[in-house]
């Protein structure tokens, strides 16, 4: 609707309006206030009210604003919780027993440019949270670190020979723990290693086990509770030891293990000829901890039959691996009552040891 003079209008951008009483060029009119002055507006920001007390709205340039529809935030869908995995416990699995393994990519290709992985074995029945680290210069850095649910193994990485000096020295450290319902309170883990990175390059060293199909090397962190210490012996003593002499002449060669006519009292030899067909590339640090394995292997087996009498045949004098036997008895066997054994018929070459 055009405005003409004699219209009442109102302002569109303010208060107030009045009556139209002249035109002020092509779009300015002249507007009489309610207290008799005339007022210059905009002809577009007029509105004229109409007889029914209506308002026309003058056309105008500016573009009608539609209204956005508000959308309403959903809210998000709950996540379903993960299924807790029954865990199923083994008697032998209340003492915690801790496994660091590395297996070659190529197994046939360890001399070569074989790459590895670095497994965790948590083979008991507790969960762990770990740490696994490399010392660099005096201070670690953490290479893995996680929870581990009991009874399992976990993958932590993949490494190249270009890495081996960065694992000389290992540390890991962890606490044992149960979920919803009682359990043994374990002292928490710090155990370091040295690794003999020259294994590495060596395919007998890569062994069957009891985590893998394929062969590995596995590194004891804690045995029935008990954490593993290195064992430091002079490369001098490592020498002796290996050099004595093994046997007396008028003594036959023997098995492994074996059991004397009474059926009570159980032989086992470590003499690394006696245990290994082929020492060939194993160093002396090599061969003792061979031995140590299978001694520890044997006081597992029967750890259960309180009263069996085992003697260890380690060679005569004050060697390094009669030092090394006697040492674990007194720090992880406490339990155990050991002795010499008969010297009429071992002289100083063995020692006893009672399960209780």
Known sequence: MNIKVGDKVRFLNTTGGG???????????????????????????????????????????????????????????????????????????????????????????????????????????????????NRHNNSWISRYN?????????FMEEFGKEDLNDLERICVQLIAFKKDKPYSLKNSVSVELHLDTVKFYKQHCFMENDFFEEDALVYNLVRNDVPEKELLVSAAELKEAMLQKTYEDRRAPQTIVKKKSDGVVLEVDLHINELLDNTNG??????????????????????????????????????VLRKAIEKELKTRYKQYYYQDASFREYGFGATMVTIK
């Open 282 to 319: 194993l160093s002396n640090a090599d061969m003792l901890t061979y031995q140590l394995d299978k001694f520890h292997e044997i006081l597992a087996k029967y750890a259960d039959k309180k009263g069996q009498k085992i003697v260890f045949i380690h060679g005569k004098g004050d060697g």
């Open 19 to 133: 009556i139209v009483r002249s035109f002020k060029g092509k779009d300015q009119v002249l507007v009489e206030d309610e207290d008799g002055f005339d007022v210059p507006a905009l002809i577009r920001e007029c509105v004229v009210v109409g007889g029914e007390n209506e308002m026309q709205v003058h056309s105008s340039n500016r573009p009608r604003i539609q209204p956005q529809p508000q959308v309403q935030p959903q809210a998000p869908k709950p996540q379903p919780k993960p299924e807790e995995v029954k865990v199923e416990e083994t008697p032998e699995g209340e003492r915690l027993n801790i496994y660091l393994a590395y297996l070659p990519l190529e197994p046939t290709k360890v001399m070569q440019q074989s790459g590895y992985e670095a497994y965790f074995v948590n083979d008991s029945n507790y969960y762990l949270f770990f740490n696994y680290m």
């Open 146 to 154: 996680g929870l581990i649910e009991p009874n399992t193994k976990i």
